[in-house]
């Protein structure tokens, strides 16, 4: 059964700084998603990281896969107020695109 | 815009009563919808797959008799949630392949059961 698991579960942070959020699966995938959450809203596709070792920016995101470890990161840079909401991983169960959703993370950049 | 809708974005019903929600791809056609439900706080999980034309497929531990899911037509899925609970109350989410686009999800529906 693939589990997949998100670290930290909840993050405050003061605008400016640097964070990471760490993105972990148990079985063999080769497709991982990020989404972003607001309060009360669906999810927004940031990034979709198809192969190992991709590399993918936005703005003060970038995100990272590495399918040896099962690992993914999605780095904040500078971060901003805006970027205040949930940030879910998920992995595409064994590419029947059934997508399995990490924990999530709650990130809060404190002005 | 939207290019998944899903209707209505907010309902609240009765206990006892059933609730549709409609999932609809606006500019494609989707053979395969995916249902979630995301409970306050949580994440989200994966309750069912829609095919068009033929039955849903549930993941384990989802009701497939309180939880109906028709796929009539390459535009739309529907989930009506019957004889509606409290317990029930939650956000859900479709999702629809979008080909070169991957899967796109819907503007979610808040049903609360009173």
């Known amino acids: 059964e693939l589990k997949v698991e998100q670290n930290p579960l909840f993050l405050s942070m003061q605008e400016g700084k640097n964070y990471t959020i760490y993105c972990n699966y148990s079985t063999t995938s080769d497709r991982l998603y990020w989404y972003r959450q607001d309060p009360g809203k669906s999810l927004e596709s940031l990034f979709v990281l198809l192969s190992n070792g991709a590399v993918k920016q936005e703005g003060r995101l970038m995100a990272s896969l590495d399918t040896k470890a099962r690992l993914s990161t999605l780095h904040i840079t500078a971060a901003v107020h805006d970027l205040s909401a949930t940030y879910f991983c998920?992995?595409?169960?064994?590419?029947?695109?059934?997508?399995?959703f990490g924990t999530g993370t709650r990130l809060k950049v404190l002005a | 815009g939207a290019v998944v809708s899903q209707h209505p974005s907010w309902v609240i019903c009765k206990s006892g009563t059933s609730v549709k929600i409609e999932c609809r791809s606006l500019?494609?056609?989707?053979?395969?919808m995916f249902w979630y439900r995301q409970f306050p706080k949580q994440s989200l999980m994966l309750m069912a797959t829609?095919?068009?034309?033929?039955?849903?497929?549930?993941e384990q531990g989802v009701e497939k008799d309180k939880f109906l899911i028709n796929h009539a037509s390459l535009t739309l899925s529907t989930l009506t949630v019957t004889s509606a609970h409290p317990e029930d109350s939650s956000f859900y989410i479709c999702?629809?392949?979008?080909?070169?686009?991957?899967?796109?999800f819907g503007s979610g529906t808040r049903l609360t059961v009173v």
């Open positions: 500019d494609f056609q989707a053979t395969t």
């Open positions: 999702s629809a392949d979008r080909e070169l686009y991957g899967y796109t």
């Open positions: 998920a992995v595409d169960s064994s590419g029947t695109y059934k997508y399995i």
């Open positions: 829609s095919n068009e034309g033929s039955k849903a497929t549930y």
